[in-house]
């Protein structure tokens, strides 16, 4: 399964963006990294099949809503109330084991190239 990750850019502190990832076939659970230079890469969101969701604990949760359209083999990011420590690369990732929304890097197979994400203050 091949992923591509777009929607990413430049946008002011309190704006909004959203991050579309396509596969090239169908997965189970979908998830979002990111990582800041110098930094690992560290969980975002994620969703499985049944549309369950697992955010970061406290940061995102309530700002970034993770989506899916199975229709289209498509997951999204939709980043709202955007705050400057919110900059850096964007991950997305696939996984075809059916469960749980996982928040380990370990767990999926399958990864993007990443999309750029820069908030200005």
């Known amino acids: 399964v091949q992923l591509q990750a777009y929607g990413g850019g430049l946008v002011q502190a309190g704006g909004s963006l959203r991050l579309s990832c396509a596969a090239s076939?169908?997965?189970?659970?979908y998830a979002w990294f990111r990582q800041v230079s110098g930094k690992e890469r560290e969980f975002v969101a994620a969703i499985n099949g049944n549309g369950d969701q697992l955010y970061h604990i406290i940061r995102e949760k309530g700002r970034f809503t993770i989506s899916r359209a199975d229709a289209e083999n498509t997951t999204y990011l939709q980043m709202n109330s955007l705050e400057p420590e919110d900059t850096g690369v964007y991950y997305c990732?696939?996984?075809?084991?059916?469960?749980?929304?996982?928040?380990?890097?370990?767990?999926?197979?399958?990864w993007g190239q990443g999309t750029q994400v820069t908030v200005s203050s």
């Open positions: 990732a696939a996984d075809r084991a059916v469960g749980r929304p996982r928040s380990g890097a370990r767990d999926y197979e399958y």
């Open positions: 076939g169908r997965t189970s659970v």
